[in-house]
């Protein structure tokens, strides 16, 4: 079954070979450990989720850090903080989970072009399957593809499944299990967890017009949000909606308004004092 999920991943994905493994948090640490060999220093996104900080703390690579989605900064920060000949990989959220805002991967892109054997690398746990013409993520969204782009995600989010996976060429994957101590570490994912992942990829894989609703439906939603006064909410098919507070200024009573979409028979987490949930 594990096999059956990378086989069905790679597919998917256009790619030769796949990795499957137990959760989708531990992508990140897998790609910089499997590719230390070939940078010298990391570069972050400030805002990037726990698992990519977590993950450049497991390597022994200098780490630095640049403003939320500022290709200025980042361009700033590779003059200033690169040596001659040294080889940078850039990494970040390509769909940033609290705000749906996608980083500007294909300016990213642009500026590495300056930087011999440099690497751009993409956690897309909230963008593998939803975003992307075939819904391969934040890369195809943006147009960028070649020699070390790289991207990780997960299969708990639009799959429906469970585990982290990781595509690309044979040998990409064969390094990544060779330098990466957590494929040959961690324990494998459940079988019946696999089995719910496989099925979920043939869905969507069999079925792209559950995407294509999907897409009308953010949209619809984000539309209805403009009309009733929320104006910044980003035009992308992102199904993470950001309502920042209301231009009139009146706070809103987000309990209150759980119970009354709960009355209509939609159900809405909402945790508050602050927690990532409540975000």
């Not at 499944?161 to 064969?174: D, F, M, P, V």
């Not at 706070?251 to 004092?273: E, H, M, N, R, S």
């Amino acid at each position: 079954v594990l096999l059956d999920v990378e086989q069905k991943a790679a597919r998917f994905f256009g790619a030769e070979s796949a990795l499957y493994y137990v959760s989708g948090y531990l992508g990140n640490a897998i790609l910089l450990q499997g590719l230390a060999p070939d940078y010298d220093v990391i570069f972050v996104d400030e805002e990037s989720h726990y698992s990519i900080l977590d993950g450049a703390s497991t390597v022994d690579k200098p780490m630095v850090t640049f403003a939320h989605a500022d290709s200025d900064d980042l361009r700033l920060k590779l003059s200033r903080s690169l040596t001659s000949g040294q080889r940078p990989l850039v990494i970040s959220d390509g769909v940033f989970p609290t705000s749906g805002e996608i980083a500007p991967l294909a300016v990213y892109d642009t500026i590495l072009s300056d930087y011999p054997g440099s690497i751009l690398c993409v956690d897309d746990a909230h963008a593998y399957m939803v975003i992307g013409e075939t819904g391969r993520g934040s890369l195809e969204y943006c147009g960028v593809q070649g020699e070390r782009r790289y991207s990780c995600g997960t299969l708990s989010k639009a799959a429906g499944g469970h585990g982290g996976i990781i595509t690309g060429s044979a040998a990409l994957i064969e390094q990544l299990k060779r330098y990466s101590k957590i494929p040959a570490g961690a324990s494998a994912v459940p079988v019946p967890a696999a089995a719910a992942s496989a099925a979920g990829l043939a869905i969507l894989q069999e079925q792209p017009e559950l995407r294509r609703q999907l897409w009308a439906n953010v949209a619809y939603a984000k539309k209805a949000f403009r009309e009733l006064g929320f104006e910044s909410i980003p035009d992308t098919p992102v199904p993470i909606i950001c309502l920042c507070a209301h231009s009139s200024g009146v706070p809103l009573d987000l309990a209150l308004i759980q119970q009354q979409l709960f009355a209509k028979g939609i159900a809405v987490l909402y945790v508050p004092g602050g927690s990532y949930t409540s975000v």
